[in-house]
């Protein structure tokens, strides 16, 4: 017979795990979770479950299993690595009328712990007959069909309400944060920028208002004030507005604008940071941002405005000083008077510098060279913006696996 699903509200009350090894240590997280009190008998535990007892979340006994262990449980894992041992903890748990979950033995065991995964307050448990791997893999199924929108989960008791600012990542749709993407499920109006990945906006459903922000350098954008108004204006409506940002709202997004505005208005606000294109392009393209012996700091800078701009407030003397990696946002354009700057500043000529464009999608590509070579050589191979330039001897570290790749496929 099938077992009856039911969910334990264990919040305050005490579960017995008797077992310390690899099983207990996958379980007693989702117990602690759900708020139960937990007790760990054992003779040994895994490192994992040693930093929560040291952190006092879970009080261990470094002992064998002892009869009564089970008294005051209203539920038991048996998931010690001695067959006997755990039936003689699950006899004496139904002995309790206390439910039981051997480890070791589906068909003895009273009951099931299913695999289980949660999106927002919906709960997904999944039992197959016992067979663990084959409920993860439906579990993961619905999970995901869930957290993209394939099954419409926007009709909830809890609505959210007001604005969330997301960090859509570098441009790859597979790197926005899982809270990202299930806030964007459950939308009514989505306000997107260029940069934000917009493979992820063909999953809408029809009825989502979407409104362009635009934000193309040098041509159409919407004012920022513009944006603001929207913002405030769709959730005093009611609407569940996502502000979708490429990489991160707060890394030269203007998202610390947006909050403002939102908050001088009363408009409750959500802020899901993103993956930053300053260190997730760079990776893209095999190019640590630090690396023991090379470099243990590094700068993100926007160059909006050229070195010389009076709005400029880079210390630009510093960064030439500086033996760190610098990540160079928006300048493909001003990159010229960036380069001829730093060596003036004290650079060397020969600083390597890897210029990536369109990173993290399919059409990424990037020109290496050097600081008094780096200006000719992105027109040379036309450049052109969304690109993140990196300067540093990092550029080298990515240079040096790709030899090494390659000699291997030789």
């Not at 068909?107 to 927002?120: L, N």
């Not at 809408?204 to 913002?231: F, S």
């Amino acid at each position: 017979m099938g077992p009856y699903l039911l969910g334990l509200r264990l919040s305050g009350r005490r579960v017995l795990v008797a077992g310390g090894g690899r099983v207990a240590q996958r379980r007693v997280p989702a117990l602690l979770e759900a708020g139960a009190v937990v007790t760990v008998v054992s003779t040994s535990v895994t490192p994992a479950l040693d930093d929560l007892i040291a952190s006092g979340a879970i009080t261990w006994h470094a002992r064998p299993y002892q009869k009564g262990d089970c008294d005051g449980a209203w539920l038991v894992q048996a998931c010690t690595s001695d067959h006997e041992a755990n039936a003689a903890i699950a006899a004496d748990a139904e002995a309790a009328h206390i439910w039981c979950v051997r480890a070791d033995d589906k068909d003895a065991s009273a009951a099931w712990t299913p695999a289980s995964g949660r999106v927002d307050e919906i709960g997904v448990a999944i039992t197959a007959g016992g067979d663990p791997r084959r409920a993860a893999g439906i579990r993961d199924a619905v999970v995901e069909a869930l957290r993209d929108g394939t099954v419409d989960a926007r009709r909830n008791r809890t609505k959210p309400v007001g604005v969330a600012l997301v960090g859509g990542g570098p441009g790859d749709p597979g790197l926005i944060t899982v809270r990202g993407r299930q806030l964007l499920a459950q939308a009514d109006v989505v306000v997107a920028d260029r940069l934000a990945p917009r493979a992820l906006l063909d999953e809408l459903v029809p009825d989502v208002e979407l409104i362009d922000a635009a934000k193309v350098p040098y041509g159409r954008a919407l004012a920022q004030e513009a944006i603001n108004d929207l913002l405030v204006d769709r959730a005093k409506q009611g609407k569940f507005v996502v502000r979708l940002k490429g990489g991160d709202p707060f890394v030269f997004g203007r998202g610390g604008e947006e909050m403002l505005a939102c908050a001088h208005a009363g408009v409750p606000v959500l802020v899901v940071p993103g993956i930053s294109s300053s260190v997730a392009v760079p990776a893209a393209a095999g190019v640590p941002v630090t690396h023991r012996g090379v470099s243990q700091e590094f700068h993100v800078i926007s160059v909006h405005v050229a070195p010389d701009h009076p709005q400029s407030t880079v210390d630009w003397p510093a960064m030439a000083r500086s033996t760190g990696t610098l990540v160079l946002m928006m300048a493909v354009e001003r990159l010229a008077a960036v380069a001829e700057t730093l060596v003036r500043d004290g650079r060397s000529p020969e600083t390597p510098v890897m210029v990536v464009q369109d990173g993290t999608l399919p059409t990424q590509r990037a020109v290496i060279a050097t600081l008094s070579t780096v200006a000719d050589r992105v027109t040379a191979a036309g450049i052109r913006p969304p690109a993140i330039v990196i300067v540093g001897d990092v550029v080298r570290v990515g240079q040096e696996v790709e030899m090494v790749r390659a000699e291997r496929v030789r």
